[in-house]
Nanobody, 124 residues
Framework: QVQLVESGGGLVQAGDSLRLSCAAS????????MGWFRQAPGKEREFVAG????????YYADSVKGRFTISRDNAKNTVYLQMNSLKPEDTAVYYC?????????????????WGQGTQVTVSS
């Protein structure tokens, strides 16, 4: 099985950028569908971005499309989430997840492995 550790969160101002990292160990990320989710206080966890096993397809929630980019570095066994033009409503704990399924996985139950999360706070 794979273990996931997120990093890169922090406190930024609206309009700034952050890059989150998800370092994997135990198995290579290229054997999984990978996703990023977030959960804001008092809200349910929501899908943010995903990447298919091949890495050939990426997909996003409408709320982040055009601002966030998911990518993967196979040599480092790491998945990234580049977040640009951040807004206060992007404030949340961000989680990296790995799933054994195929296709476009947008729900939490599609993913069997999760990191511990990293806090992103965007001030106005």
């Amino acid at each position: 099985q794979v273990q996931l550790v997120e990093s890169g969160g922090g406190l930024v101002q609206a309009g700034d950028s952050l890059r989150l990292s998800c370092a994997a160990s135990g198995r290579t990320v290229s054997t999984y569908s990978m996703g990023w989710f977030r959960q804001a206080p008092g809200k349910e966890r929501e899908f943010v971005a995903g990447m298919t096993r091949s890495g050939g397809t990426t997909y996003y929630a409408d709320s982040v499309k055009g601002r966030f980019t998911i990518s993967r570095d196979n040599a480092k066994n790491t998945v990234y989430l580049q977040m640009n033009s951040l807004k206060p409503e992007d404030t949340a704990v961000y989680y990296c997840a790995a799933g054994s399924g195929f296709g476009l996985l947008r729900t939490g139950r599609d993913y069997g492995y999760w990191g511990q999360g990293t806090q992103v706070t965007v001030s106005s």
